[in-house]
Nanobody
Framework: QIRLVESGGGLVQPGGSLRLSCLAS????????VDWYRQAPGKRRELVAV???????DYDDSVKGRFTISRDNAKNTVYLQMNSLKPEDTAVYLC?????????WGEGTQVTVSS
């Protein structure tokens, strides 16, 4: 059974940092493209960062220079390091991958940036 589990969210002050984790079971994340999305209340889900099987990465303009996506193949985990957090980063963060064109999602982890 394929499963993605996010963790690492929480409440942080503006300017603070968090590191999110996406732990996979049932698949080998090292050979897959993995995305981090976020969804704020009343807004559509938006793509934040991507890491390709090659190791190349891509980011939404709103997080470039602040967020870093990476993977630890030995732990079958993809991370999202988030620095210089802003209130507008508040959202549920979800990781996503595709296996044979079927999308798999975790349940998400809440990130709240507030003073």
């Amino acid at each position: 059974q394929i499963r993605l589990v996010e963790s690492g969210g929480g409440l942080v002050q503006p300017g603070g940092s968090l590191r999110l984790s996406c732990l996979a079971s049932g698949i080998d994340l090292s050979i897959d493209t993995v995305d981090w999305y976020r969804q704020a209340p009343g807004k559509r889900r938006e793509l934040v960062a991507v890491i390709y099987s090659s190791g190349d990465t891509d980011y939404d303009d709103s997080v470039k220079g602040r967020f870093t996506i990476s993977r630890d193949n030995a732990k079958n985990t993809v991370y999202l390091q988030m620095n210089s957090l802003k209130p507008e980063d508040t959202a549920v963060y979800l990781c996503n991958t595709y296996v044979y064109d079927i999308p798999y999602w975790g349940e998400g982890t809440q990130v709240t940036v507030s003073s």
